[in-house]
């Protein structure tokens, strides 16, 4: 009985690991226009779903949290393979998996777990670089002469959120500026979130030099009026133009 009650539990516990992987899977696709980063859950749980492919009908079909799909889930499971176990065909991968060196097994996991983390981080900070060589959606550099020229989006889902770099010269600056409409802020005004952004390339260098603008009443944290918005920091020691856009 008591074997019995950890085997069931045990299913529970991987039905709601699933869960909530998908559901991370899920939002994360809605807010990120990086699939790779979006699938990274579900890959972790890719044998657990394989193993039980029901678990996803019951997953969407069921709307009520992760209990109760995952309840479900484990029910439909545990139901399915006893059937299989009483007609004999789970004999064969029993004696497969009495034949498996567990260390060599733990290994083989530990080292997939590790390939999918290190896959999302390096998509969560964007490398290799997404979008290189175009400008984010909304921009236009008409007239302007631009370098190395790249965008992150961090928002997509009710507002949309880049962050794009590129190397521009004083002159051309001063064009970008007044077309949006972006006024000389105070460098002790720039927001700690400006600095602390996932992409591995955005680093805005800040010094005495550094020239701040933005756009008038710039929503760092809370949502204001929809229109757009623009935060930017460019320093003449490098020419390095950083912007944070906000399209509401």
Request: hydrophobic content about 50%; charged content about 20%; proline content about 6%.
């Amino acid at each position: 009985m008591k074997k019995r009650l950890i085997y069931l539990l045990s299913i529970l516990v991987v039905n709601v690991i699933i869960y909530l992987a998908m559901t991370l899977t899920f939002v994360t696709s809605l807010f990120r226009d990086d699939q790779v980063l979006a699938l990274a859950p579900a890959v972790l749980v890719l044998p657990a779903i394989i193993l039980q492919p029901w678990c996803v009908a019951f997953f969407f079909s069921i709307g009520d949290g992760p209990i109760l799909a995952s309840l479900v889930s484990t029910a439909v499971t545990v139901i399915v393979y006893g059937l299989l176990n009483r007609a004999g065909l789970l004999d064969g991968p029993k004696r497969f998996i009495l034949r498996l060196d567990i260390r060599k097994g733990g290994m083989v996991a530990a080292g997939f777990f590790a390939l999918v983390g290190v896959t999302a981080y390096a998509r969560y900070v964007d490398f290799p670089t997404s979008h290189r060589g175009v400008l984010p959606p909304g921009i236009n550099v008409n007239g302007m002469t631009i370098a190395d020229s790249r965008y992150f989006s961090i928002g997509r889902f009710r507002d949309s959120e880049w962050l794009w770099r590129a190397r521009i010269s004083q002159p051309d600056l001063d064009r970008f500026t007044a077309k949006y409409d972006l006024r000389p802020l105070n460098t002790r005004e720039l927001p700690s979130a400006f600095w602390r952004m996932e992409p591995y390339w955005w680093h805005p260098l800040i010094n005495d030099r550094t020239k701040v603008f933005s756009t008038p009443s710039f929503p760092v944290d809370e949502r204001r009026q929809d229109g757009w918005f623009a935060l930017a920091a460019w320093n003449p020691d490098d020419q390095v133009l950083h912007v944070w856009i906000k399209n509401d």
